[in-house]
Nanobody, 126 residues
Framework: EVQLVESGGGLVQPGGSLRLSCAAS????????MGWFRQAPGKEREFVAA????????KYADSVKGRFIISRDNDKDTLYLRMDSLSPNDTAVYYC???????????????????WGQGTQVTVSS
């Protein structure tokens, strides 16, 4: 059974930083590109970042480019999202996700992904 378990969310002041983690199990983690999405209240789920299976290639939404870094540790079956210069607009539930197939790098659309974690809340507020 595929499991994705996010952690690391919380309340942070504007300008602050957080690092999210996603522990993966039940599949060959190192063979799949992975992604992060987020969903704010009343909004659709949106792409944040994706990474290739070995971490050599990354892709970011324009809204987070230069502030967020996606990375992975295939020895630990763990995906990360480092978030800096956070603003209230980044407030959302953040989801770790695995795609339907072994893309070189997964597309930035929710329909390309089959497995989702339960999400971790990130709140940016003073």
């Amino acid at each position: 059974e595929v499991q994705l378990v996010e952690s690391g969310g919380g309340l942070v002041q504007p300008g602050g930083s957080l690092r999210l983690s996603c522990a993966a199990s039940g599949f060959t983690f190192g063979s799949y590109g992975m992604g992060w999405f987020r969903q704010a209240p009343g909004k659709e789920r949106e792409f944040v970042a994706a990474i290739s299976s070995r971490g050599a290639t990354t892709k970011y939404a324009d809204s987070v480019k230069g502030r967020f870094i996606i990375s992975r540790d295939n020895d630990k079956d763990t995906l990360y999202l480092r978030m800096d210069s956070l603003s209230p607009n980044d407030t959302a539930v953040y989801y770790c996700t695995a795609p339907r197939q072994a893309y070189i790098i997964p597309p930035p659309v929710p329909t390309a992904y089959e497995f989702w974690g339960q999400g971790t809340q990130v709140t940016v507020s003073s």
